[in-house]
């Protein structure tokens, strides 16, 4: 039998209604003669108060009792979704993530998934059962403790069992219809896109559209698992929803697919350091010691031997920027003689894979910002990708103008 992987997340399945709505999808995907893994996250709303109630109980938690605690969610999920099942006379059962046994490393609440053995589930297909249902986001460490995978994890799970399994496709049950080509939010005309590629939608997801975890996209693409990301809110069909699939499944592609916006960034100026080898280490070298997950970088040209060094990071890690940099002043092991920093901007960008065949996309986005008077700070690029810093006040209207620019509207 041809095995189908199922995920439905918090608000799929936020109440008995809910989780029978979704028991029927799967039973329609059983009458096709799938044998289906179904995948479940918490409740939604669930994995905040179980987190919420370890911060109260031990600030300074063990990392291993946060995990006993936050997992138990899905749990509870996966018990109803299988007796939900049975009542609809569809032979199923519950599988933790130990049971299954789901391996992973043991880095608690972040733990990275090492190995599925499909073994012990197929032998149940084997034996009549139509439906696994899987424990979303949990696993089991070497040392034989419960592992989380990191909020939003239930996605990787469901992936990673596709992968596991060989299914035809993982289909990802959310309360969105699908991935669009900007945020709805902002521009009117967004469009539900039917196919991305694994790459834009990497690019995607971390610049900011948060429909899927990053990292189950990165494992889609590495096992060449076709995704699906689709409402159990609206009626089933073939074409619903997005397809988040290899390049060479995609016929014909727009040159730019999406417009990405991220709200949350920063930019610092390191202000007269000497131009001389080792500099950029210097400066990097303390940040990713401390954490801060730098992503646009400009060093200027260089007079009489000094410049300046221009990064963009997440405004939130703006204090530990400033405090590894002054304390690498300190240690005299950096010079600089001001260090300005600006948390009024944000990030646009344009992202398509039909930029690696097409030139003149970056000129035309500076052209269309700069009609608008809108000023550039900083400018990176990728082979897919062109993002753009800006004053944050301008966010709206450069992604709508962006998105008017490229056509995204249209198909
Ligand atoms: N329940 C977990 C969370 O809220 C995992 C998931 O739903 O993906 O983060
Ligand atoms: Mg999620």
């Known amino acids: 039998m041809p095995v189908l992987v199922m995920k439905f997340g918090g608000t799929s399945v936020a109440n008995l209604d809910r989780i029978r709505r979704a028991a029927k999808r799967v039973g329609v995907e059983v009458a096709k003669g799938y044998d289906v893994i179904v995948i479940v996250s918490a409740m939604s709303g669930k994995t905040n108060e179980l987190v919420g109630w370890v911060g109260e109980t031990s600030p300074m938690y063990d990392a291993r009792e946060y995990d006993a605690v936050v997992s138990s969610g899905e749990n509870v999920t996966a018990g109803l979704m299988a007796l939900t099942l049975q009542e609809m006379d569809i032979p199923a059962r519950s599988w933790q993530g130990w049971q299954v046994p789901l391996k992973t490393n043991s880095a608690h609440g972040a733990a990275r998934i090492e190995e599925i053995p499909p073994e012990n589930i197929m032998a149940k297909f084997g034996e009549g059962m139509k439906v696994a249902v899987v424990a979303g986001f949990q696993g089991i460490s070497p040392e034989g403790r419960i592992t989380t995978l990191g909020r939003g994890g239930s996605d990787t799970t469901a992936v990673a069992f596709a992968a596991a399994f060989d299914a035809e496709r993982c289909d990802i049950y959310t309360d969105v219809d699908g991935v669009y080509t900007t945020d709805p939010r902002i521009c009117q005309k967004a469009r539900k896109l039917d196919r991305i590629a694994f790459e834009e939608m990497l690019e995607l997801a971390s610049l900011g559209a948060k429909v899927l975890q990053t990292r189950s996209v990165e494992l889609a693409m590495r096992y060449n698992v076709k995704l699906r990301v689709l409402s159990s809110f609206e009626e089933q069909s073939d074409t619903a929803g997005t ?31 000497a131009d001389e080898p080792g500099i950029a280490a210097s400066i990097f070298g303390p940040l990713s010691d401390a954490g801060v997950n730098v992503d646009m970088i400009i060093q200027n040209i260089s007079e009489e031997g000094v410049t300046d060094m221009t990064f963009s990071c997440p405004i939130d890690q703006v204090k530990r920027a ?86 995204l509207e249209k198909a």
């Open 243 to 273: 397809l988040i699939c290899a390049e060479e499944d995609i016929m014909e592609s727009n040159v730019v697919n999406g417009i990405a916006a991220s709200r949350e960034e920063a930019k610092m100026t390191l202000v007269t350091i």
């Open 322 to 407: 400033e405090k590894a940099l002054g304390e690498a002043r300190d240690a005299g092991k950096l010079t600089f003689e001001e260090l300005a920093i600006d948390t009024e901007v944000c990030k646009v960008s344009a992202v398509g894979i039909g930029m690696r065949s097409q030139s003149g996309v970056a000129a035309k986005m500076f052209k269309v910002l700069s009609d608008e008077g809108i000023n550039i700070k900083v400018i990176a690029t990728s082979e897919i990708k062109i993002s753009v810093l800006i004053e944050r006040k301008y966010m709206e209207l450069a992604v709508q103008a962006l998105h008017d620019a490229f056509e």
